[in-house]
């Protein structure tokens, strides 16, 4: 009696220990080897918004149509829509029973094979900053700002865009800034175009705004 008690308890050790095993990540295996941990861009929509933060990273509440705000404290947030590849993986088999299992260690943040080309911003009307005037249609790269999201900094959009090396596609949001005065309180409706190296392209468009010196 005692030896079958014994028998027993081994065996549910053992069975444990083996789902134990089959829940967990081994090195290499479900955790970012070959599980699926990847997304993909589908589309991208822009929206104005209150700068938020002190060092004017942070994009705040989305601005109202026609809403009226200081240059200094407007900002352009591009929010990309995207999907996620997340696969269970079933990596155990017992006496013909398959156990998909769920992933008992962390797995590495999601990541694209995704990389910006080139981002460009357009008013429906006229832009004057400085004495100079931009026509209504004209590139405005010049006068923005984007925060560099795999640094976490602003940089000028036209030094972003003249970059060939990090500008993978990440989760977060990119925001653009202007980064001069106008020269008096000027509506806008912006267009944004926004491309990818793979051929991918995204035309966006806000609500109007009033930027004001």
Excluded at 26 to 55: H, K, Q, W, Y
Aim: with cysteine.
């Amino acid at each position: 009696m005692k030896r079958k008690v014994i028998y027993l308890l081994l065996t549910g050790l053992l069975f444990n220990t083996m789902l134990f095993v089959a829940g967990c990540c081994l090195p290499g295996t479900c955790c970012g080897g070959n599980s699926a941990n990847t997304f993909d861009t589908i589309n991208m929509e822009a929206r104005n918004v209150a700068i938020e933060s002190v060092d004017g990273l942070v994009a705040g509440p989305t601005l109202v149509d026609m809403a009226m705000i200081p240059f200094n404290e407007f900002g352009i947030a591009l929010e990309p829509e995207i999907i996620y590849a997340n696969a269970t993986k079933s990596n155990w088999q017992l006496q013909g029973l398959f156990m998909n299992t769920a992933y008992a260690c962390s797995p590495p943040p999601p990541t694209s094979n995704e990389e910006v080309n080139s981002i460009s911003i357009f008013s429906n009307a006229e832009f004057t900053i400085d004495g100079q005037t931009f026509m209504a249609g004209d590139t405005l790269n010049e006068l923005f700002s984007i925060r560099d999201n795999t640094i976490w900094e602003e940089v000028a959009l036209d030094q972003y865009n003249n970059r060939t090396a990090d500008k993978m596609v990440n989760e977060y949001d990119y925001l653009l800034k202007l980064i001069q005065a106008p020269s008096a309180a000027q509506a806008h409706r912006f267009t944004i175009h926004y491309s990818q190296t793979n051929g991918e392209f995204y035309s966006m468009t806000t609500q109007l705004v009033e930027v004001t010196p």
